[in-house]
């Protein structure tokens, strides 16, 4: 079956401009998560979707960041007045619930913030 | 402190080498535990899921030291195709945070 998509595959943006990155998960998984990745580090927890609320927004680095799953199922991430800072490997990831399961990730969106 | 520590590597090794990577966590309370694998450029991917009695999928062996709070794994008989990225993740009781340690990189040399 078709995995995790994540659009679009890159993203190039001016410092301030507004962004969107969506995510597509499995069908049927309740849970999906955000992550971060810079060069050489791991994924950085952003937000985690249970259905279509916020279980936990606690890793979203400011109030620029902001993330929605308005049906349970596609999410999009939202990044106002992007920052240098911010450029980074968005990855998504959906879980069958939110139980401790493998997480299923999306090939990403490269963000770079000129 | 972080929360999840790993050598960055990278760990260089000959086809055919036993290799292991430890992986320290800061929080007792923690409640899953998972290897991840990462090649250049791509997603992570599940590798194995780290129980409590340790467990064994073919060349790869994880085991959970909850007294001393780390998880280790092993790789026997490394082939070239184990050349990847390996992270540790951490799920701590509670919470739905998965915490990604930065990754041991591993090159496994013809």
């Known amino acids: 079956g078709a995995g995790v998509s994540q659009t679009p595959s890159n993203k190039v943006t001016e410092k301030g401009k507004y962004v969107e990155l969506r995510c597509d998960p499995i069908s049927g998984h309740t849970a999906l998560y955000w992550y971060r990745q810079s060069l050489g580090q791991g994924p950085e927890f952003l937000i985690y979707?249970?259905?279509?609320?916020?279980?936990?927004d606690s890793g979203l680095p400011n109030d620029r960041f902001f993330a929605v799953r308005p049906e349970g199922s596609v999410s999009t991430l939202k990044i106002q007045r992007t920052e240098r800072g911010d450029s980074a490997m968005y990855l998504c990831a959906s879980s069958l619930d939110h139980s401790p399961n493998e997480q299923f990730f999306g090939p990403g969106t490269r963000l770079t913030v000129l | 402190r972080k929360e999840v520590e790993q050598d960055p590597g990278p760990f260089n090794v000959p086809e055919g080498a036993t290799v292991a990577f430890n992986c320290t966590y800061s929080n007792s309370a923690s409640q899953s535990f998972f290897w991840y694998r990462q090649d250049c450029r791509k997603e992570p991917k599940l590798l194995m899921s780290v129980y409590s009695s340790g467990n064994e999928d073919g060349r790869f062996t994880a085991q959970l030291n909850r007294a001393s709070q780390y998880i280790s794994l092993l790789i026997r008989d490394s082939k070239l195709s184990d050349s990847a990225t390996y992270l540790c993740v951490v799920l701590f009781s509670g919470t739905y945070k998965y915490i990604f340690g930065t990754g041991t990189r591993l090159k496994v040399l013809a």
């Open positions: 979707f249970q259905g279509t609320g916020a279980a936990d």
